[in-house]
């Protein structure tokens, strides 16, 4: 029978599911290999072909390992909380759980028919109240902690309050707020209950503080930065605000010493390392405190606040006697409070621009000027100058202290804020040399910089922070780019935070009470007030005390799926102790670049807290990480005739007649396109308003434009699996998807290359029967050539996957079936062979031939992988073209050990080239070793 896709893979699909065939055991005598993909956000959309690229990729992995006798664990899931599901319930009034359910049952069916060997049994939805309550108990964990930078781990909030109470705050040494206070153990007891929590929120790993968010009205939520783009929501293009608010926030930044170096451990892409490192931003430098000037009109101003400095972090304090103006962000606590009456208009107007743009867009522009004096000034520590203090954009309130020490002569953007607003310029020179033009002479030492002068780089900088200790304004100081993680989000559709206020302080719901489920809202929107939509909810708080009113981000419940993945069914811990030690952490990672600065970073984040804790072995979560490009779409065109007034008609003009027409491309759905043409009659009824289309032919046909763009709905170049399978089947997908190119790289979809994996696979089936379509295979024993074909592809292969070059061993495969059809093999002891090296890729179609060759039914999951031989690779003979008169007749496999004379004596004792020379005795036969045998009749 000719290759039914079909029905095998329907076949196989059902026993895969029915039988569980890709369960995981949590323990086993082989060596273990967990593969995971970066789980889907469920939308209504479905998959299209771009997405199940990084899938199919780990599928052939897993099964690659499970053939090379490996325990495999790859496990599916969702990441089922988000803002998207929302939306469409705001839309529509329907529960986001409902809508997540069906694209859920969307997506399990797309993938399902794609063939991977997932285990189902460890499904896991972050939606679901059996998963979100042990992220919830993670945030409880978190609260409970503190970070003893002695130990340089996370350690009970219990054991900082035994510290408290015996010592006081003497000899803590934790990551905290700035402003912590100073006590002894009697003090400490003195304290009443509330004051005493306050101070341990200054110290907890989760706390309540007020920071300043990105807040879009609209959608009535904070985005994340990577949510903002151009002062706008990436969701629908809404304003998008800096807005000070009470967030709940995780000091990561406890952790940026501990990430910074665990990247050193990892096999990561390095440009990924990179986003990494930078996003960190390690800095050495030193903290310098600028006094305030109060003088005249500052008087009332300078009461508003206790504080009477300014704080600034600097790499560069050698430069300290080249700072002629201070500069703080525009959201600083202290920009209004130190502004004068005379300012105050001018910077009221200035922050209020501020806001409406993002970070991201504030530190990537680089060449606009913008500013306001705020009428106050600071004093030099070291030379008691009187230098003003302004506000710009281009300081962000959580990168250091706020506030900058501006250096014209020495930073580029100090110099053009300076030349733009007629600021001195102090010309400063230093070891550095940075390059700015008002510093036009390079000589390498200090010079006009009182003390060190003369001084070269390192000796300067000592010297500098040891006068700054001296006179008590300043020290030497590691500073991180990186700040704690805001996690809160004023929606409904995520998890809900397990606390509740007592005399306006957070405290826990007991553990016993997990999970806090969401409760029942009139609608999805915030309240009328502007409250979170949580407080729509009827009768919902803790013995009557109001619970956390925001839910928890998009980044919580995949911050830790990995090992919810490992013990999926565990009612009672987050994962058993054995399974965790037993499955350790990810073998390998698949997944986007885009998450470089996100989750995989709070992943990072909270898995080396549940090592401080004792819950997880491992520092690292994922050993190996690949980043998969993308799939771009192919897009099509049609090109509608324009009247001489500019107006569009309904004709449309073919691709290679529009330089002569007047024309405006419109894109066309590229489902009813096949190799560039377009079918008129599915154009017509593809919109009413091409029923009456008219066109502008060449050849007869109508050739469409072409152009590589992202695959979006909007351009009519989505192309969905489903189609491609019902059409080829999901063993050409899977291969065809490989086919296309590196996996690292991005790379255009063109269904036209196709139906070339189809046919191969064909090809491939039809290895096994005859010409009537009749399975037959022969027991007889492979020749020489059989084999050195067959352990090509061994070694290929292998090769090809441990280095995830699966685009290579798809063109393999084909040269190598090629090989085989040539040599008429037909011999079990090749093609079975052959079937288990290509079930990781193709295992549908592998499934059905190794039953048809006599083997148990789906045991070929679990095969052993063939071993490599050398010895049939090693060039013992040589197909010798045979020419008669200079014409090539035939090839023949000759032995290169032969000599001239008797490669002669083989090629005529041969009987199809007797049957070529027709019994005429040749006059002169020429033998090249190694290259071509010719006969002169």
């Not at 400063?428 to 001084?455: C, H, R, W």
């Not at 992202?710 to 489903?722: G, I």
């Not at 549908?844 to 048809?852: Q, S």
């Amino acid at each position: 029978m000719d290759y039914q896709f079909k029905d095998i893979e329907k076949k196989w699909q059902q026993f895969w599911a029915t039988n569980q065939t890709f369960k995981a055991d949590n323990q086993s005598s082989k060596p273990k290999y967990f593969v995971l993909d970066m789980f889907p956000y469920p939308s209504g959309a479905g998959l299209h072909v771009g997405h199940p690229l990084g899938y199919i990729a780990s599928d052939i992995f897993a099964r690659y390992k499970r053939l090379k006798g490996f325990n495999v664990l790859h496990p599916m899931g969702y990441d089922s909380f988000g803002l998207p599901a929302e939306q469409y319930a705001i839309q529509t009034g329907q529960h986001p759980a409902i809508t997540t359910e069906d694209n859920i049952a969307t997506y399990r069916r797309q993938l399902d028919q794609i063939g991977f060997s997932f285990d189902w049994s460890r499904e896991v939805r972050t939606s679901s109240p059996g998963y979100y309550k042990w992220t919830q108990w993670i945030f409880m964990e978190l609260f409970n902690s503190w970070y003893n930078k002695v130990a340089e781990k996370a350690e009970s909030i219990a054991s900082l309050v035994e510290h408290f109470e015996t010592q006081g705050s003497k000899g803590i040494n934790a990551v905290s707020d700035e402003e912590v206070l100073t006590f002894t153990a009697d003090e400490w007891k003195a304290l009443s209950s509330e004051e005493q929590q306050q101070e341990l929120l200054k110290y907890r790993l989760t706390y309540l503080r007020e920071s300043t968010v990105n807040w879009c009205a609209a959608l009535g939520t904070v985005l994340a930065n990577d949510e903002v783009k151009d002062g706008f929501s990436e969701r629908g293009g809404y304003p998008v605000e800096q807005k000070k608010m009470m967030q709940w926030s995780m000091r990561i930044t406890a952790y940026a010493e501990r990430l910074l170096q665990g990247l050193d451990t990892i096999d990561w892409p390095e440009p990924l390392k990179e986003m990494q490192r930078n996003w960190i931003g390690k800095s050495v430098g030193a903290s310098v405190r600028f006094q305030l000037s109060v003088s005249g009109s500052q008087t009332e101003n300078s009461q508003l606040t206790t504080q009477n400095f300014i704080e600034v972090f600097t790499t560069r304090v050698d430069t300290i006697f080249g700072v002629t103006f201070v500069v703080l962000a525009p959201e600083h606590e202290l920009a209004a409070q130190l502004t004068t009456p005379e300012q105050k208009a001018t910077v009221e107007a200035y922050i209020a621009q501020t806001k409406k743009k993002s970070e991201l867009d504030r530190m990537a522009d680089t060449k606009t000027v913008s500013g306001a004096f705020t009428g106050s000034y600071v004093l030099n520590p070291l030379n008691g100058e009187k230098i003003q203090l302004w506000i710009a954009d281009y300081v962000l309130a959580g990168y250091g202290t706020g506030a900058v020490m501006a250096v014209p002569s020495g930073d580029q953007r100090d110099y053009l804020f300076a030349k733009h607003f007629n600021l001195p310029i102090v010309p400063i020179m230093d070891i550095q040399n940075i390059e700015v033009e008002a510093d036009p002479t390079k000589e390498g030492k200090y010079i006009n910089s009182d003390f060190i002068n003369g001084l070269e780089y390192k000796t300067a900088t000592a010297a500098v922070i040891a006068k700054l200790e001296e006179v008590g304004a300043g020290k030497a100081r590691v500073n991180f780019r990186m700040r704690d993680a805001i996690f809160g989000r004023q929606r409904y559709w995520g998890e809900p935070v397990p606390v509740y206020f007592k005399d306006n302080l957070p405290h826990l719901i007991s553990e016993s009470e997990l999970p806090l489920l969401l409760p029942e809202v009139d609608k999805y929107l915030p309240t009328e007030s502007g409250e979170p939509p949580l407080a729509r909810a009827a009768d919902w708080n803790y013995n009557g005390f109001e619970y956390e009113l925001s839910t928890m981000p998009g980044w919580a419940g995949s911050s830790w799926y990995w090992y919810r993945y490992m013990d999926a069914q565990n009612d009672t811990e987050f994962a058993s102790k054995e399974a965790i030690e037993y499955w350790k952490d990810v073998d390998l990672y698949i997944g986007g670049s885009e998450h470089a600065t996100g989750h995989l970073l709070y992943s990072r984040f909270w898995n080396k807290f549940l090592k401080d804790i004792g819950k997880v072995v491992e520092e690292e979560p994922f050993k190996k990480l690949i980043n998969q490009g993308m799939i771009q779409g192919r897009s099509n065109f049609v090109y509608r005739l324009v009247d001489e007034e500019g107006r569009p008609t309904n004709t449309y003009v073919s691709h290679g007649l529009i330089d002569q027409h007047k024309t405006t491309p419109l894109h066309v759905d590229v489902n009813i396109v096949t190799n560039e043409v377009l079918d008129l009659e599915k154009f017509k009824k593809w919109r009413a308003e091409y029923e009456t289309a008219e066109f502008i032919l060449e050849n007869g046909k109508y050739i469409c434009g072409v152009e590589v763009e992202k695959m979006s709905k909007s351009k009519f170049n989505v192309v969905n699996p489903d189609d491609i399978i019902e059409r080829y089947g999901a063993d050409t997908l899977r291969m065809y998807e490989m086919f296309l190119g590196p996996l690292e790289q991005s790379k255009p979809w063109n269904t036209n290359g196709i139906e070339g994996v189809f046919k191969f696979l064909r090809k491939f089936w039809r290895l096994f029967h005859n010409d009537a379509w009749e399975f037959t295979v022969s027991d007889d024993a492979p020749t020489k050539a059989e084999l050195k074909s067959l352990h090509k592809i061994i070694r290929k292969v292998e090769e090809d996957i441990e280095r995830f070059s699966f685009n290579t061993s798809v063109s393999s495969f084909m040269i190598a079936v090629n090989e085989l059809t040539d040599l008429k093999c037909n011999k079990r002891a090749i093609l079975q062979e052959m079937v288990i090296i290509l079930e990781p890729y193709a295992p549908h179609i592998c499934e059905e031939l190794w039953v048809l060759l006599g083997n148990e039914a789906g045991t070929l999951s679990y095969a052993a992988y063939p071993k490599f031989n050398p010895e049939y690779l090693v060039e013992d003979e040589f197909a010798y073209p045979i020419s008669i008169n200079g014409k090539t007749k035939m090839n023949l496999n000759i032995p290169l050990s032969l000599d001239v004379k008797d490669t002669e004596a083989f090629v005529l004792a041969n009987a199809d080239v007797q049957r070529y020379l027709d019994g005429k005795a040749p006059k002169k036969v020429i033998v090249v070793k190694g290259r071509i045998v010719n006969m002169v009749v």
